[in-house]
């Protein structure tokens, strides 16, 4: 029995078809710029979210940090949501590299921000404070896809107090199936993006930083001084290629997926879904029954990323398919009889 990784959609495998294409793939020196693959990626992306250029880099993490970096100097700050992936889980990147402080700022219950909190985070000019240079958003955050209007209303903000706005768009596109959108109208917002290409798009390396050409040549020169350049380049910026071409469409599979997992989960005794956004399912077990979870989960050849709280994350992606999302169905089913 093969198994099925619910644990994130980072976990995909590529394609045959994508294999064949990355093989295929011209390829020269990217840190020389003379990669025509990497530079093809590059260029797509920048035409297809209305930016000047693009940067093509190994993780989302670098992405993000890079992007920070060529928004600020040392001293700077940068507003971020305290459950934030930039603020949250990249390592304090952004301080520890780029000696720009975080203003963490809670969540509102769907994902955004409350521009009011933003606006009275933002400091005034004076020596004792951080320079607030940069508003730092995430779409989508747990699964969850900000909506237009917010977004136009956040860049409102940040052109009327004199800020920056950069996107963690790692599921960028999640959010612009779900919202039913081009991902140009979420990218048009924002003065940088990070768009990720390794999670539901299923390329196995990479996520291209975009905006004007004068951030992107800071970007890049601040991407070689953390160690980001990279040679031939092209075989991994094939891959991502061809996940724009064929793997974006089919996120709504996925969606609809996680949609189902999460109705044929409705109404057990020791495990309730919390939400369902994109392809995302959110359960919560009771910690004491953590470690039955994992034997079941095990014992049916499922994934499942299992932590010391009871919420759990349940990532419907590419490797997924109906039968597997009816075996995971059926084995949290039993695991919730035996309770």
């Known amino acids: 029995m093969h198994w099925i990784d619910l644990r994130s959609d980072t976990v995909t495998q590529p394609t045959a078809a994508m294999r064949e294409a990355m093989m295929r793939a011209p390829v020269g020196d990217d840190v020389y710029g003379e990669d025509p693959s990497v530079n093809a990626l590059q260029q797509r992306l920048a035409n ?3 930016f000047e250029a693009g940067l093509f880099v190994p993780s989302g993490t670098q992405s993000n940090l890079l992007g920070l970096m060529a928004h600020c100097e040392r001293g700077d700050e940068y507003i971020v949501g305290m459950d934030a992936h930039t603020y949250k889980y990249e390592g304090g990147g952004a301080a520890v590299l780029g000696s720009i402080q975080p203003q963490p700022i809670v969540h509102a219950a769907d994902g955004s ?3 009011d909190a933003v606006e009275r985070a933002i400091k005034p000019i ?3 404070f951080a320079r607030t240079r940069l508003l730092c958003l995430e779409n989508t955050w747990h699964g969850r896809s900000m909506p237009l209007d917010y977004l136009a209303a956040a860049r409102a903000l940040c052109d009327r107090r004199g800020l920056s706005l950069h996107l963690d768009g790692a599921r960028m596109y999640n959010a612009a199936i779900a919202l039913g959108v081009a991902p140009r109208e979420i990218a048009k917002n924002f003065d940088s993006v990070s768009v990720c290409l390794s999670k539901g798009l299923g390329a196995p390396v ?3 930083l975009l905006g004007t050409r004068a951030l992107i040549s800071t970007a890049t020169r601040w991407r070689k001084v953390v160690g ?3 040679r031939q380049a092209g075989l991994l910026a094939a891959g991502a290629s061809h996940a724009l071409d ?7 599979d996925d969606h609809a997926r996680a949609a189902r997992i999460a ?3 409705q109404g057990l005794d020791g495990l309730t879904v919390v939400a369902q956004h994109t392809n995302m399912v959110f359960i919560d077990v009771p910690v004491e029954r953590h470690d039955a979870l994992r034997r079941a989960m095990d014992e ?3 994934r499942v990323s299992i932590g010391y709280t009871p919420a759990i994350r349940l990532v419907t992606h590419l490797d997924i398919d109906d039968e597997g999302a009816a075996r995971t169905v059926q084995a949290l089913r039993a695991f919730a009889s035996v309770g």
């Open 48 to 50: 297809d979210l209305g």
């Open 113 to 115: 921000l409350p521009l």
């Open 126 to 128: 004076d020596p004792h």
């Open 206 to 208: 990479g996520s291209v």
């Open 228 to 230: 980001g350049g990279m």
């Open 246 to 252: 064929h793997h974006v469409a089919r996120l709504a």
């Open 263 to 265: 109705a044929q989960l």
């Open 300 to 302: 049916a050849f499922i």
